[in-house]
C-alpha cells in the first residue's frame, strides 16, 4: 500500500503563487507515474497534470498549461505542483495520486491523497 499526503494549500490571491506538495510513503514512487487533480465544489473531479516515472515527460490540462508545473523528487519520495498566475477558478481541493503504468490523463489511479484546499481569492 502506498500513503499519499498533500501539503502547500492555503489561502492566495488572484495572481499569486502556491507550491503543493505530496509525500508518499510505504513504497517508493519511482516505478509510478504521478498525477494532480482537482475537484471544485458541485463539480466533478477533473485532471490537472501527470508527469511519467522518471520526470522526463509531463502533462497538462489546458486550462493549466504554461502556469502549473508538476516535477518530481523521487529520493525525496515526494511530487510537487507549482501554481503561478493563479486565478479565482482554480479553486479547488487538490489530490495526489499513483499509478502503476504509464502516466494518464484519466482518473485511473490506484492510490490517492486525502487532498488540500486551495482558495484563490480576487
Known amino acids: 500500500q502506498m500513503q499519499l499526503v498533500e501539503s502547500g494549500g492555503g489561502l492566495v490571491q488572484a495572481g499569486g503563487s502556491l507550491r503543493l506538495s505530496c509525500a508518499a510513503s510505504?513504497?517508493?514512487?519511482?516505478?509510478?507515474?504521478m498525477g494532480w487533480f482537482r475537484q471544485a465544489p458541485g463539480k466533478e473531479r477533473e485532471f490537472v497534470a501527470t508527469?511519467?516515472?522518471?520526470?522526463?515527460?509531463?502533462y497538462y490540462a489546458d486550462s493549466v498549461k504554461g502556469r502549473f508545473t508538476i516535477s518530481r523528487d523521487n529520493a525525496k519520495n515526494t511530487v510537487y505542483l507549482q501554481m503561478n498566475s493563479l486565478k479565482p477558478e482554480d479553486t479547488a481541493v487538490y489530490y495526489c495520486?499513483?499509478?502503476?503504468?504509464?502516466?494518464?490523463?484519466?482518473?485511473?489511479?490506484?492510490?490517492w491523497g486525502q487532498g488540500t484546499q486551495v482558495t484563490v481569492s480576487l
Open positions: 508527469i511519467t516515472q522518471s520526470g522526463g515527460s509531463a
Open positions: 495520486a499513483a499509478r502503476w503504468g504509464s502516466a494518464v490523463t484519466t482518473q485511473r489511479y490506484e492510490y
Open positions: 510505504g513504497r517508493t514512487i519511482s516505478t509510478y507515474a
